[in-house]
């Protein structure tokens, strides 16, 4: 695993991207500043269980961080972590943090059902709710509302990503495709973002199933990718499901080309690399080698002895955006937010090339996003380097937005 110098003190007072986090202030402003109060939901149990683990690994980091800047525009930060498990659970315990708590805000989540219901409370309050993990276009859609903000990317941004790389590898155009797809809020949206993908560009879907999120025996569903013979199979899983879905491809000997629209690194982790294939989007890696990625690796593998998935990576940034957010609106207030992510000025550097920003018509971080592609499994060295990353998706020539077009999930009004 790559790594820098600088050491995890250096990094906490520096910042994972050089940010400003705080705001001039005398000493005695400061301590008279009431903390600002982070709510932080995600699933720490079920089958995105091990997403939400790094998901909480991230935003304690990012909160140690800011802290350790001297706070969000000079007010130290108190964090709030609860499992959110599943979608009404999640709506209750986003009520109980605004209503009991009093906290300023929520970060989080991962399951796209989930993040409706807590916006939807968010909403009710007026206060932010950053969203770090869930997929769906509609979120961004006809389900949007004017405190959600999207730090993961949606669902169509990794359509157009990965669909980029299987057009350039010959397999779109008149070629036989067959989708496993997770049967919830998330997988069904991927899934309409998969097959307008393929309308456009000649793809034939000839085998479309949709799997239970609890479902751990794939035996079934293989014979029948066996029998159907596609070019290409494609996953719209999520968490363990995909997981398990490499560990039984490679136990029936399938050698089907292998992908998805949506993925996450702990995937191809716990599958290990006998089983890791394909190609895949990602949002961010462990590998990315800029500085600043590299420094935030050395940081959090100095603290929690492992290199950083992707949704850490997520809400990490999500709490140094909300930070300096924060700190350039002089207000933790829902509305004083808005109006500050929805400007100009707000712009986040984000361990990649290019800065980040908040669309304002549908609040989508709009960023660069990267492909990974398994190793062969003889030229592994280790447990977490498995794959390689492409150059940052678009690129340097293309417009930002370039992904983020031709999305499926409704017409957002805020």
């Given amino acids: 695993m790559t790594t820098t110098n600088k050491t995890r003190r250096e990094f906490l007072l520096t910042g994972a991207a050089g940010l400003a986090l705080t705001v ?56 709030i972590m609860e499992d959110s498990v599943n979608p009404q659970t999640a709506s209750t315990k986003a009520e109980r943090m605004f209503e009991r708590d009093q906290v300023d805000m929520i970060i989080g989540e991962i399951s796209s059902a989930s993040c409706l219901t807590i916006s939807q409370v968010a909403a009710r309050y007026k206060k932010c709710f950053v969203n770090t993990g869930g997929n769906s276009d509609s979120l961004r859609g006809k389900d949007c509302n004017r405190y959600m903000f999207h730090v993961e990317t949606q669902n169509s941004m990794y359509v157009n990503a990965e669909g980029q790389f299987f057009k350039g590898e010959g397999l779109v155009d008149g070629k036989n495709w067959f989708t496993m797809t997770a049967d919830y809020a998330f997988g069904h949206d991927l899934l309409a973002a998969a097959k307008a993908f393929l309308d456009a560009n ?29 070019d290409v199979v494609a996953l719209n899983l ?14 029936f000997g399938l050698d089907f080309t292998l ?45 929690y002895e ?65 492909a990974i592609t398994a190793l062969p499994a003889d030229q592994v060295k280790n447990e977490w380097d498995i794959f390689t990353t492409s150059e940052p998706l678009p690129g340097a020539g293309e417009p930002l937005e370039t992904l983020a077009q031709s999305v499926t999930g409704g017409t957002c009004s805020l």
């Fill in 24 to 79: 001039a202030a005398p000493a005695y402003l400061r301590a008279q500043s009431a903390p600002l109060k982070i709510g932080h939901l995600t699933p720490t149990t079920g089958f995105l269980g091990p997403l939400g683990e790094y998901a909480q690994m991230g935003i304690q980091l990012a909160v140690e961080h800011i802290n350790a800047n001297g706070g969000a525009g000079g007010r130290q930060v108190e964090l």
């Fill in 202 to 230: 000649g793809g034939n879907l000839v085998g479309d199933e949709l799997v239970p999120t609890d479902a751990t025996d794939f035996s079934s569903y293989l014979l029948k990718i066996r029998q159907a013979e596609p």
């Fill in 238 to 251: 999520a968490g363990t499901q995909i997981t398990n879905f490499f560990k039984q491809y490679s136990e």
């Fill in 259 to 303: 992908g998805g629209f949506g993925f996450d690194t702990v995937s191809a982790w716990a599958a290990g690399a006998q089983n890791f294939r394909g190609t895949w989007p990602n949002v961010w890696n462990h590998l990315v080698p800029n500085d600043p990625s590299q420094a935030f690796v050395k940081a959090f593998s100095d603290a």
């Fill in 306 to 370: 492992k290199p950083p998935e992707n949704q850490a990576w997520g809400d990490y940034n999500a709490g140094l955006i909300m930070a300096q957010a924060v700190a350039a609106a002089g207000d933790a207030s829902g509305d004083a937010l808005v109006d500050y992510l929805e400007s100009s000025e707000a712009q986040f550097d984000l361990m990649k090339n290019r800065k980040g920003y908040f669309r304002p018509e549908d609040h989508q971080l709009i960023q660069e996003i990267y």
